[in-house]
Nanobody
Framework: QVQLVESGGGLVQPGGSLSLSCAAS????????MGWFRQAPGKEREFVAA????????NYADSVKGRFTISRTNAKNTVYLQMSSLEPGDTATYYC?????????????????WGQGTQVTVSS
């Protein structure tokens, strides 16, 4: 089973960009589909994006399509989330997650390994 550690969060102005990274331990990283979720205070955790183990398949929430890009580098056991045109509504704690099996599901319950989260705040 992998362990996940997110990094790259911070404070950014509206319209700005930020890149998150998620480093995975273990030698089985390539067998996992990876996802990013976020949770704002008082709200439920919501799906942001997912990527297949090959990196060829991706899935995005409608709210971030065209603004966020998920990618992975298996040689570095790392998955990324490049965020641009950030809005105050993107403010949340962002979590990296891993799941076995096929399907780029947006359901949080389908992911069985989670990182500790990294805070992203979009504010002027």
């Amino acid at each position: 089973q992998v362990q996940l550690v997110e990094s790259g969060g911070g404070l950014v102005q509206p319209g700005g960009s930020l890149s998150l990274s998620c480093a995975a331990s273990g030698r089985t990283f390539t067998t996992y589909q990876m996802g990013w979720f976020r949770q704002a205070p008082g709200k439920e955790r919501e799906f942001v994006a997912a990527i297949s183990w090959t990196g060829l398949g991706t899935n995005y929430a409608d709210s971030v399509k065209g603004r966020f890009t998920i990618s992975r580098t298996n040689a570095k056991n790392t998955v990324y989330l490049q965020m641009s045109s950030l809005e105050p509504g993107d403010t949340a704690t962002y979590y990296c997650a891993a799941k076995k099996g096929a399907g780029l599901t947006p359901r949080a319950d389908d992911y069985n390994t989670w990182g500790q989260g990294t805070q992203v705040t979009v504010s002027s």
